[in-house]
C-alpha cells in the first residue's frame, strides 16, 4: 500500500527524477519504482502528508506542506476531475481515470500553480497519457 496525496498521481507522469532535495528523489525513485513494479499496487488517498512528502523538506508536521493551501486545492481539483474520494484505489484504476477524464483545461487548472509547470514535462507527460 502507497499513501499519496491525489495531486501526486499526476506528479509522477513527467518525473524525471529531479526534486527539492537528494533524500527527497531517493524516496520518489523508491515510490516510482513500487508503482512500475506492480500497477495494480493499492493507493490510499490522503489530504495529508504522503509516501512522497515524507522526505520532502517542505513537510510540516501535522499541517502537511508549507503551501498547503495550495496543494490542498490541487488535490481537490484532482479528485474533482478524476471523480475521486479519500478511498483506496489500485494505481492502475487512478491512471485509468486520469487517461479519461484530464483535458488541457483540467491540467492547466490544477497545475498552473506549481513551480514545476512551467518545464513543460507534466503537462506533454499527462496530455500524452489522454492520446494513448
Ligand atoms: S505541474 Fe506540479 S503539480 Fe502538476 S504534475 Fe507537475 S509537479 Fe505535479
Ligand atoms: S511540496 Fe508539500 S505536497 Fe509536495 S511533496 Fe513536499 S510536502 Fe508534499
Known amino acids: 500500500m502507497i499513501t499519496l496525496r491525489p495531486h501526486h498521481i499526476l506528479c509522477f507522469q513527467g518525473y524525471i527524477g529531479k526534486g527539492y532535495s537528494k533524500s527527497f528523489i531517493d524516496n520518489m525513485n523508491i515510490v516510482v519504482a513500487k508503482l ?20 520532502c523538506p517542505h ?9 498547503n493551501n495550495k496543494v490542498l486545492s490541487m488535490d481537490k481539483k484532482v479528485m474533482d476531475y478524476l471523480n475521486l474520494d479519500f478511498k483506496i484505489y ?43
Open 59 to 67: 513537510k510540516v508536521k501535522n499541517v502537511g506542506c508549507t503551501s
Open 90 to 132: 489500485s494505481y492502475k484504476y487512478l491512471l485509468n481515470r486520469l487517461q479519461h477524464n484530464i483535458t488541457i483545461e483540467a491540467f492547466n487548472d490544477i497545475c498552473s500553480s506549481c513551480e514545476w509547470c512551467k518545464y513543460g514535462l507534466c503537462h506533454e507527460a499527462i496530455l500524452d497519457k489522454v492520446k494513448s
Open 36 to 55: 512500475k513494479e506492480d500497477p495494480s499496487i493499492n493507493i490510499k488517498l490522503t489530504p495529508y502528508a504522503d509516501d512522497v512528502c515524507k522526505k
